[in-house]
């Protein structure tokens, strides 16, 4: 995750220390390519940060599939809901094998119990992208 060079990744928010402390808070999982992480109208809230490979984000419309985006290593995907409690817009599935690091709204309760400022420099480092993808046109939809 800060070896990201990715524009809307959280290494520029979130410093190797304040990893180090969000590590204990989250969950790996490995996901095989096509495998559903979220799927849309859910009311899941949890949030997934992408270690490694890609992840695939479309919406079903009465149209069809829409395709909204593929993010790589470093963002992060379900901030939408997360910070909502809305139900998901769009499905997110695995582009490749890809790993990823699961952090529920009960885990983020425990951050923001054990290490207030930490929780606050990720929901800030969210916020800015949440921000970044509502500004950026192609990726606005792409707001899971």
């Known amino acids: 995750m800060t070896r990201s060079t ?7 928010f979130l410093d190797p220390a304040r990893w180090k402390v969000l ?4 969950r790996p999982a490995q996901h095989q390519r096509g495998e559903l992480l979220i799927s849309q109208g ?3 809230r ?6 490694s490979g890609d992840l695939k984000v479309d919406m079903h419309s009465d149209k069809g599939i829409v395709h909204l985006a593929v993010l790589g290593p470093g963002t992060v995907v379900g901030e939408g809901s997360f910070f909502s409690r809305a139900v998901r817009i769009a499905t997110v599935s695995a582009y490749s094998d890809c790993k ?5 709204p009960a885990d983020f309760d425990d951050l923001s ?3 207030p400022q930490v929780a606050l420099a990720l929901a800030m480092a969210l916020g800015a992208v949440l921000a970044n993808r509502m500004l950026d046109l192609s990726k606005r939809s792409a707001v899971t």
């Open 6 to 12: 990715e524009a809307a990744g959280l290494k520029q």
């Open 23 to 26: 590590v204990d808070y989250v």
């Open 42 to 44: 859910d009311h899941d």
């Open 46 to 51: 949890k949030l997934y940060f992408v270690e």
């Open 100 to 104: 990823v690091w699961t952090l529920t």
């Open 113 to 115: 119990r054990h290490h």
